[in-house]
């Protein structure tokens, strides 16, 4: 069934366009949304054809946008494809909520914490120097960059979440590459460097934190979103044998070890705690339970 146009709706209710709506983190996002009584739209357009976004866009109506559309795998063999979706796709949704005859109350722009790379701070600030080491996090520095000369057209507000996780999350990502070997009872399992330390969240959270964001309509800002705690890969391996009680060795293949590899991301979480007083933390031994007894045939 499609979804009501502008003019089909209550007048009172909110509307938001979602980009990478069905993408592990959209479906969440989506969730939020209709649990709060919003209209969710996710572009169909490709967001390589500025003319085919400025079309789908024309005369609607949104409150709240959410880009989250992107190449999101650090290790993305295609580097042409990294920057022109993550780069010239934001900017084509941008010059296509430009146009729009009433302007968004909220436009909420994924970017990552990637774009910190290596600086040794133990808390890694919304002020901190960036220093990407990969294509995947240049390029959402260039996003940026890009987005902040449009402050002054678009209530743009910029997110660099940090690692998170859930059920739905692919096993291209390492936590649930480890809770896919559990669920399969395998004995051994093939990882790179486990001795690196992350800022986890639970996709659940992150998606409370970016509609938080935009009913507060935060904008012409960047904001963490972390936990603000550090766990290493090694313990979240730990956590999945004890919560499990299965037994796993970790063979170390070099092959996955990079080299440009972040040892330590923790994110500074006042910024977000500061807008978002009251949001949740769901630890993540919690998380880990939830997609370790995760049955696909049940509700998430």
């Given amino acids: 069934m499609n979804a009501p146009t502008s003019s089909q709706l209550p007048p ?5 366009l ?3 709506g069905e993408g592990f983190t959209g479906r969440y996002l989506q969730a939020a949304l209709k649990q709060l009584g919003v209209d969710c739209c996710c572009l169909r357009a490709n967001l390589l054809d500025g003319a085919a976004v400025v079309d789908e866009l024309k005369g609607q109506r949104f409150d709240w946008v959410f880009h989250l559309a992107a190449i999101a795998n ?21 010059e296509g909520l430009l146009g729009l005859q009433h302007k968004p109350a909220s436009v909420v722009l994924a970017s990552s914490a990637n774009v910190y790379g ?17 294509d995947y996090a240049v390029s959402k520095l260039a996003m940026e960059y890009l987005a902040r ?4 057209r678009l209530p743009i507000c910029l997110v660099r979440p940090f690692n998170y ?14 809770v896919g070997h559990f669920v399969r009872r395998a004995s051994v399992i093939e990882l790179g460097n486990v001795d690196v330390w992350r800022d986890f969240s639970d996709v659940r959270d992150v998606v409370l934190a970016y509609t938080a964001l935009a009913q507060a309509g935060v904008h012409s800002q960047v904001v963490n ?19 499990t009680g299965q037994d796993m060795s970790i063979r170390v293949n070099p092959q996955f070890v990079r080299a440009t590899e972040v040892v330590r991301l923790r994110g500074d979480d006042s910024r977000l705690r ?9 630890p993540i031994a919690d998380t880990l339970r939830w997609m370790l007894t995760h049955r696909p045939d049940t509700a998430s």
């Fill in 118 to 134: 290596n600086n040794p701070a133990e808390l890694h600030s919304e002020t901190l120097a960036l220093e990407p080491t990969n």
């Fill in 149 to 152: 000369t449009w402050f002054a």
């Fill in 274 to 282: 500061a807008l978002m007083p009251q949001r949740r933390i769901t």
């Fill in 18 to 20: 979602l980009t990478g």
């Fill in 165 to 178: 996780t859930g059920v739905g999350q692919t096993e291209q990502f390492l936590i649930p590459k480890i």
């Fill in 74 to 94: 650090v290790a993305h063999g295609q580097v042409d494809e990294i920057y022109q979706v993550n780069v010239l796709g934001t900017r084509h949704l941008l």
């Fill in 12 to 16: 009172t209710q909110k509307r938001a």
């Fill in 225 to 243: 979103i972390c936990s603000g705690q550090l766990r290493s890969l090694r313990e979240v391996f730990d956590l999945c044998q004890t919560i």
